[in-house]
DNA sequence: CAAGTTTTGTGTTCCTTCCGCTCAAACTAC
DNA sequence: GTAGTTTGAGCGGAAGGAACACAAAACTTG
């Protein structure tokens, strides 16, 4: 239920409203905030003025425009004053991240994942142990937010179960609890599939900047999905959605490895485009990059592989225009690199299996953000409570200074 | 842009949070309304008594409840005050309804639409006749909020142009601004796709009352889809979100009437169970209603082609599960029919083709509705202006009083 | 049946927050 | 340098809900 609303919700979403703007749009001036907020010069003044005074934002001396009038000063965030911890769960790798408000990435590593599984505590041992190796040093864990985590599988958001990740071979894996555990800091850890935030760090800084309705199709071993649906990313009931490597394409293809017949993944994924290359279907990411060279290179088998995915892929994706109605698709993964090898035999497909009119309004293009676009997300939505309630910080500063001097 | 807030915006919020909730919820007292809004008894006295002073809401006596404390007055809206006329242009049928707040039906009308195709302007004149038929006859201009109306295609929802509707032979109609006109009422006509509001009004009135996560399926001749994410109808970047029918499931299938190849509607359209059953595939309603009475009566092969059809049902059910994660599946239209005699098949096949989590989470029901869905969605889409903004209303009584002193 | 208990309506005062207005400051243009 | 324009600063006002005190209307208990 809506909850009833108040002054006090009032100053919040203002607040809220000038940070996100702040955050999304990068720094901007004072008037620029008048705009777009809708709100008057003094509001405008105070707001900024109490995100000054708790560290959050800056005024910067104005940047002359040649425009008449009285300038007016420059407003940031300040990157350190609010971060996130991101990490991610690849399939070939594992990452940390520490990202500030704004956006601004403060430090970043990553560490080969060799296939093959290992329990999830090892995990997770590794990945904080890379905020080890971050150039910047471990952050400071007051200033940290929340911990944003992106996994190659199935994730309940609620409480950062991992339910099953086959490329891992995780099923039923507190993720989130084990992470926050072993952090051992008291702050929220926020488990996400990859794709879902894949296309969440596409639509804040990647190829879909300022596009409300993106689908994200990403692949590697396996095929997942990531929705936005006017701006916001379908989760679905419990986080599952956006499994659109398992929709059945073909009644008498191959068994996937999730059990079933025919799923889109099995003609689409890694291991399809090697066996069409001639390989065996679990040759490793080394084995992909050959095929990609040997068709640039001009081999003709690489080459019809290649095509023959991207038709493949074409009539899925025109399917799912046909049910999202996105006005951009972005391919993430090996499908970022399939693109501009395959890029007319996708559309063709594609063209061939949409209505007109969902049709004619829809992009596709390659992501923007590669691998990074995963851990990235993951720091957006570790961002958001910060975006949501700016002023849950305030207090912040002055309880570490009154914890320090007692 | 989220604009700035202020005081105004919280009272708006606030009313239409009450409203929202009886519109919702039906009747209930004040303290109830406390609990619900989490607002002080003194708010929800001023705002109540503002809906009761514009005739927007009345206060009964309360119904004694046996406990101890002053009794809370039943707070009712009063579905005359303000109310949607809603119009459907469906396969078979056209119709027509008027539906006051707390989603009281005050009349309805229906008609038979020869299948065939007819020019829009006729289909206007026809629909807007049908308003005369009402048992409570022609609304009062006045108390119209807006026009709801829901079309069997393909409809751009910023303006109401019909893109595509098959079914008619409709191609860039201008639905929308065809109906104003006629009417001559200075008030919004929106028109939406026949599946969305059939999921809306599932997820309002009929099998859905609670679930925010929903795929609504809707099969006739053709086959749409509603989606409920979180609440909110999926409508994609232009309104044509949800058009499942013609996701691809068979590269070797048959020709759609869309120009693709191997659409699922071609396998689980009415055709496709006529043409199981041996019959033609445009052979009209009764050809089906004779399929479903004949399975009913033992014929083997009208079993048969009922099961068939569930089974291919199921399979692309599946797929979509996969995608959404829905909490649940309505089947609407023909398939609420199929559903009693194909329960078994549709299920055995979704959960083929489902990774386990989505589907230990989902039922498949058929609609409650039936064939009023979208109609009944319809007039909801249209009472939303004044849920979200009840205020609007506030000078509408003095000024029509004004008007008529004057 | 009367006194006590509980819950809720009524009405006043207070607090929070933003708007509107006036004046001053900082820039451009001629 | 003077006029024009845009913006910051600061103050008073208005809007709206919360908190509080009190009254009213039910039930409970002996």
Redesign the interface.
């Known amino acids: 239920?809506?909850?009833?609303?108040?002054?006090e919700?009032?100053r919040r979403?203002?607040l809220?409203?000038i940070v996100?703007?702040l955050h999304e749009e990068g720094p901007q001036s004072r008037s620029d905030l008048v705009t777009?907020?809708?709100?008057t010069r003094s509001?405008i003044r105070v707001l900024v003025g109490e995100l000054k005074a708790a560290g959050l934002a800056t005024e910067d001396r104005a940047v002359r425009h040649g425009r008449p009038g009285r300038p007016s000063p420059e407003v940031s965030l300040v990157a350190g004053a609010a971060v996130a911890v991101a990490f991610s769960i690849g399939v070939d790798t594992l990452a940390a991240a520490v990202v500030g408000m704004g956006g601004t990435l403060l430090g970043l590593s990553r560490t080969d994942r060799p296939r093959g599984h290992k329990v999830a505590s090892a995990v997770v041992d590794d990945l904080v142990s890379l905020l080890d190796h971050l150039p910047s040093g471990r952050p400071e864990p007051e200033t940290v937010v929340a911990v944003g985590v992106a996994v190659a599988g199935?994730v309940?958001s609620r409480d950062g179960l991992v339910?099953?990740a086959p490329n891992l071979g995780w099923t039923s894996v507190p993720l989130g609890a084990l992470l926050a555990a072993r952090l051992g800091w008291s702050i929220p850890v926020v488990v996400r599939n990859e794709s879902d935030l894949g296309v969440l760090a596409e639509h804040r800084r990647g190829a879909a900047v300022g596009i409300?309705?993106v689908l994200y199709v990403h692949g590697e071993v396996g095929v997942g999905?990531g929705v936005l649906?006017?701006g916001?990313p379908?989760?679905?009931?419990?986080?599952?959605?956006?499994?659109?490597g398992?929709?059945?394409?073909?009644?008498n293809g191959l068994l996937c490895r999730?059990g079933?017949?025919g799923?889109w993944e099995t003609q689409i994924g890694a291991g399809a485009i090697l066996a069409r290359a001639g390989l065996p279907r679990d040759a490793g990411p080394e084995a992909l990059d050959d095929v990609f060279a040997a068709a640039e290179a001009g081999d003709v088998v690489a080459q019809a592989a290649i095509e023959t995915t991207g038709r493949t892929l074409g009539?899925?994706l025109?399917?799912?225009v046909?049910?999202?109605?996105?006005?951009m698709v972005v391919l993430g993964g090996i499908f970022g690199r399939l693109h501009p090898h395959a890029q007319q035999a996708i559309w063709e497909e594609l063209e061939?299996?949409?209505?007109?009119?969902?049709r004619a309004?829809?992009r596709v293009v390659p992501a923007k953000l590669g691998v990074d676009a995963p851990l990235l997300g993951a720091a957006e939505v570790a961002l958001e409570s910060v975006l949501a309630d700016p002023a849950t910080r305030f207090g912040h500063r002055a309880r570490v200074a009154q914890l320090a001097s007692a």
Do not use: K, W
């Open positions: 239920m809506d909850l009833g609303q108040r002054s919700t009032v979403a203002n809220s409203a996100r703007t777009r907020t809708g709100l509001a199935l309940r339910e099953n409300d309705d999905g649906v006017d916001r379908m989760a679905g009931a419990a986080g599952y959605a956006g499994e659109i398992h929709v059945p394409v073909d009644a999730c079933a017949i799923c009539s899925g025109g399917g799912l046909n049910t999202f109605n996105p006005r061939r299996h949409t209505l007109p009119a969902p309004m829809v």
